[in-house]
C-alpha cells in the first residue's frame, strides 16, 4: 500500500513477522525460488551439480521471500532470504551473488539462524568474509558484490536491508565468477581460488 505525501508516493506503515526457526515470513509479496537446477554453472563442479538433479531429482537452494517495496531512492527494501544445507562436491549451497546496479549502496544483513559466511569482493580485487551467526550482522559496503553461503546444517535465515534503488547486477558474477570460493576441507568451511574465475 503507498499513500501520497509532499507530491512523494511512499509505502504506507507495516509490520511483519519472520519465523524464527523457518524463516518464513507471515506476509509476503514476491517469492523466488531458487532450483539447482537452473544453478549448477554456479558452482566449480556444475556437472556434479546436474548429475545432483538427474540422480535425486531437483533440489530447492535457497528462497527470497520478498515485499514489493518501491525501487526508488528513499525507500528500504528488505526480505528474508533463506539458504538451504547442501554441498555441491565440496561447496556448500549459496546465492548466485551480485552487484548493486548502483554501486555506491549498502546493505546490511542481520542472521537470524544458522550458519555461513558472506563472501565479499570488489571488481578492483578487495575481498572480505564475514562469518554468520544467529544474532550476528554483516555490513556489506557498496562497491562489493556479495554472496552469502551456508555452512552449516540448518537453514541460514538472513534479514538483507538495503536501500530501494540498489538493483542488481547478476551479469557481472554470471561473467567473470567470484575469485573466492568457500568449500568444505578436513570437515571445515575452507577458502580457496576460484580456477574459473575471468577477469
Ligand atoms: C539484495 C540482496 C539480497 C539477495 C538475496 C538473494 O540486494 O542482497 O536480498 O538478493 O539474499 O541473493 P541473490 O540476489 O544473489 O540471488
Ligand atoms: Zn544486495
Same mark, same amino acid.
Given at each position: 500500500?503507498? !499513500? #501520497?505525501?509532499?507530491?512523494?508516493?511512499?509505502?504506507?506503515?507495516?509490520?511483519?513477522? /519472520?519465523?524464527?526457526?523457518?524463516? /518464513?515470513?507471515?506476509?509476503?509479496?514476491? %517469492? /523466488? #525460488?531458487?532450483?539447482? @537446477?537452473?544453478?549448477?554453472?554456479?558452482? !566449480?563442479?556444475? =556437472?556434479?551439480?546436474?548429475?545432483?538433479?538427474?540422480?535425486?531429482? *531437483?533440489? %530447492?537452494?535457497?528462497?527470497?521471500?520478498?515485499?514489493? /517495496?518501491? #525501487?526508488?531512492?528513499? =525507500?528500504?527494501?528488505?526480505? @528474508?532470504?533463506?539458504?538451504?544445507?547442501?554441498?555441491?562436491? *565440496?561447496?556448500?549451497?549459496?546465492?548466485?551473488?551480485?552487484?548493486?546496479?548502483?554501486?555506491?549502496? +549498502?546493505?546490511?544483513?542481520?542472521?537470524?539462524?544458522? =550458519?555461513?559466511?558472506?563472501?565479499?569482493?570488489?571488481?578492483?580485487?578487495?575481498?572480505? !568474509? #564475514? +562469518?554468520?551467526?544467529?544474532?550476528?550482522?554483516?555490513?556489506?559496503?557498496?562497491?562489493?558484490?556479495?554472496?552469502?553461503?551456508?555452512?552449516?546444517?540448518?537453514?541460514?535465515?538472513? %534479514?538483507?536491508?538495503?536501500?530501494?534503488?540498489?538493483?542488481?547486477?547478476?551479469?557481472?558474477?554470471?561473467?567473470?565468477?567470484?575469485?573466492?570460493?568457500?568449500?568444505? @576441507?578436513?570437515?571445515?568451511?575452507?577458502?580457496?581460488?576460484?580456477?574459473?574465475?575471468?577477469?
Amino acid at each position: 500500500m503507498t !499513500l #501520497e505525501i509532499q507530491n512523494q508516493r511512499i509505502v504506507t506503515p507495516f509490520s511483519l513477522s /519472520i519465523h524464527s526457526e523457518t524463516g /518464513i515470513p507471515d506476509n509476503h509479496d514476491t %517469492l /523466488i #525460488e531458487r532450483y539447482l @537446477s537452473k544453478l549448477a554453472d554456479i558452482y !566449480l563442479d556444475s =556437472e556434479a551439480a546436474e548429475a545432483m538433479v538427474r540422480e535425486k531429482g *531437483d533440489i %530447492l537452494t535457497y528462497q527470497v521471500f520478498e515485499k514489493d /517495496i518501491p #525501487e526508488v531512492n528513499g =525507500e528500504l527494501r528488505f526480505c @528474508s532470504s533463506i539458504v538451504y544445507p547442501g554441498k555441491v562436491g *565440496d561447496e556448500y549451497f549459496m546465492t548466485k551473488g551480485h552487484f548493486h546496479s548502483r554501486r555506491d549502496t +549498502a546493505e546490511i544483513y542481520y542472521c537470524i539462524r544458522g =550458519e555461513g559466511f558472506m563472501l565479499m569482493e570488489t571488481e578492483e580485487g578487495a575481498y572480505a !568474509l #564475514e +562469518a554468520f551467526t544467529p544474532g550476528r550482522t554483516v555490513y556489506v559496503p557498496g562497491y562489493y558484490a556479495h554472496r552469502s553461503i551456508n555452512t552449516g546444517t540448518e537453514p541460514l535465515v538472513m %534479514l538483507p536491508i538495503y536501500p530501494g534503488d540498489a538493483g542488481h547486477d547478476y551479469g557481472t558474477i554470471e561473467h567473470t565468477g567470484f575469485k573466492h570460493l568457500v568449500v568444505e @576441507s578436513d570437515g571445515k568451511p575452507t577458502v580457496i581460488e576460484n580456477p574459473k574465475y575471468t577477469n
